[in-house]
């Protein structure tokens, strides 16, 4: 969190792991996850940025 101030995914597709980045530069510290059918909605306050958030996470 600290070095880049990232927001990031990580997910386990086809025996391997996969990150994938969802904001950076923003230092997010404290994050509520709702998961969804079709999607996850990540709620998040962005310390660094001074910034509340939402971000929604679909696949490819």
Known sequence: ???DCELFVVTYEDGE????MVDK???P???CVVHEDNRDI???ANHTAAEA???FVTED
Do not use: D, F, M
């Not at 792991?17 to 994938?20: A, F, G, P, Q």
């Open 29 to 31: 510290a404290n994050l």
């Open 17 to 20: 792991y996969k990150v994938t």
């Open 53 to 55: 958030a939402i971000y």
């Open 1 to 3: 969190r600290r070095k």
């Open 42 to 44: 990540i709620v998040g």
């Open 25 to 27: 530069g923003v230092g």
